[in-house]
């Protein structure tokens, strides 16, 4: 077993080098799997949609340093002039309450107004600590902003149309009940996804068929549907409440069906193109991450997708900073919970995941890309789609698929 998880990891190194995009700097953090970028982030607005292309702009959002440093001020550059600065240190105890064990969270909000030009080609920020060390934070790419502002207003004049849940029901599937932050983030979560596939060789347009895996109030399949009126949208999700609320509200493109917590969904075989579940897996147990696998291999089609976010380095240490013995199972085994006080399903329970571990728990699968805590090979992304966690994209290998469905059609 040890040495398919290390063949498998190999090759996605291999593929790595030989792409052109920087990722030798991953390989090198995968090779002893624990990459860990300790500088962690939200940028909350301007989303890419919103971004003022010949005027200012709001740059608003929170930072810190999940160590023994403190990030002070932020520095804005167009190009290579200077543009600005701001302190870090905006109160934001709806952040804090997520990092109890580093007191300097509390203000790590930030905010800077910054005049824009569309001939710029990236505004990049800059993090300085308290020690006056400087390192580059994110770039803000306008040229890229400039070229899709057409294809953005349109997904975005489409979005606007639909409807958005109340507070309350945003609360049950983002941890927070902000309804603007929770519409803000649907475009760039399009982006995201599409930004994983395609750094792992996959083009958006083989999926015909996708299939969100607890989609909630289907926040990002909103997305879906506002910028690709070609893709086939099903969404499924256990919790009933969130799932008649999208047919209550959202067009019938968008087809949505409960499920129980297990397996099986009522699929066809090799019905999917792509899979995505955005923080899912987070809140199972193994035993029912497993099944669902299994369940994934027989409703994907045989080369299909499966876009996985999980709980990383940032999560575990975060979660078992007072906990040095569980640090060390995590470390041990790949794998961990929280005390399994919270309800399965729900925010209340975690669960953490290695490389290595999540490489093993997939072993059907090919492991075509990888990006920590959400970032991209050479550099961070300036949004995610589920804060940090890891990002993985799949590829069903080929017999899996075909096996399975035998099996089924035995049984
Ligand atoms: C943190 S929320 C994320 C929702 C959505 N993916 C998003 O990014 O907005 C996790 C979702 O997974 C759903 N969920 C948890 N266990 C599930 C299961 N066994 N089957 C289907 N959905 C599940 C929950 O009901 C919840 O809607």
Redesign the pocket.
Known sequence: MKSTIWSSIRHYLFRCLQKKNGCEHSSEKLKNDSSFDPVIYSLESPKFHKFVLNGSNLFKGWVFYFGDKKVNQIYVYADAKPLGSCEVNLARYDVATHVPSLPAVENCGFEISVECKESYKKIIFYIKYHDNTKELFFEYDVQFIKRMSYEMSICSNNLDKLKMPDGPTVK????HDNVEEYFNSILP?VLAIKDYLSFSGVGIEKANNLL??????G??LKGWYACHPEINLYG????SH?VKWIKNNLPERISVFE????PPLDCPSSNFDLIY????F???TLD?QKR?IKEFERILRPDGILLVSLHGEFYVRNAFFHHPEKLQLFRDQGFTTTNNEGL????SFGTFHSLSFAVQLFEKFELLGFFPQGNLPDRRRVFH??LSQDIYVFKLKKNSSIQHNMVAEQA
């Not at 969100?212 to 109030?217: L, R, T």
């Not at 399965?344 to 925010?347: A, I, T």
């Open positions: 049950l599937t983002q941890g979560s969100d895996f607890g989609c909630g109030s926040r990002i499924c999700d256990y919790n969130l499920n129980d917590l297990t579940l955005i923080s899912v987070t809140h199972l029912n669902w399965e399903g729900s925010n789609v589920a």
